[in-house]
């Protein structure tokens, strides 16, 4: 019988194989593809827990956005409100104060226009005094008299006015 190479490498292949059946070669394989496995799943379940626990950070976070945002619309609309409010009182006040300076106004004008006809008043009757110390210390002397004393108590009239503008 002849043999060759490949019966050789055949032979030599099939005794390798019993060698590590005998030796427990299979059985530390296995182990060693069942612990990979093992660590490969825990790896998986850790990333899991990891993306939940990521998720329900994501949501607690994106809760507590909207929370501040709503939180912050709250906060603006507060004191828009105020704003307003604020404005309001400043215009009532404004108006209440442009009232009282009206009427301080109005009233010192009318004291002005008392006090001017006071003054009218006292220099023509000032006038009128003067004509009659005159009418009675000349006599009456004609018609020109009468002329002349209601012409004196216009200019003294005037002459007031103007000094009391």
């Known amino acids: 019988m002849h043999f060759d190479a490949e019966f050789y490498v055949a032979v030599g292949f099939t005794i390798f194989v019993l060698v590590l059946l005998w030796v427990g070669a299979h059985s530390k ?11 490969i799943k825990s790896e998986l379940a850790e990333a899991e827990r990891l993306r939940a626990e990521a998720e329900s950070l994501l949501a607690s976070f994106e809760k507590k956005r909207e929370e501040a945002e709503a ?21 009532r006040r404004l108006d209440e ?3 009282r300076s009206v009427k301080q106004v109005e009233q010192k004008i009318a004291q002005a226009e008392a006090q001017a006809a006071a003054e009218v008043r006292a220099a023509a009757a000032d006038a009128a005094v003067k004509v009659a110390e005159r009418v009675l210390g000349k006599g009456v002397p004609g018609k020109d008299f009468v002329a002349a004393g209601i012409n004196e108590v216009k200019s003294l009239a005037e002459r007031t006015r103007y000094v009391s503008n």
């Open 71 to 91: 939180e912050a619309r709250a906060i603006v609309a507060q004191a828009k409100e105020e704003a307003e409010l604020i404005a309001a009182e400043g215009k």
């Open 29 to 39: 394989f296995a182990a060693l593809i069942d612990s990979r496995i093992s660590r």
């Open 97 to 99: 104060f442009m009232a």
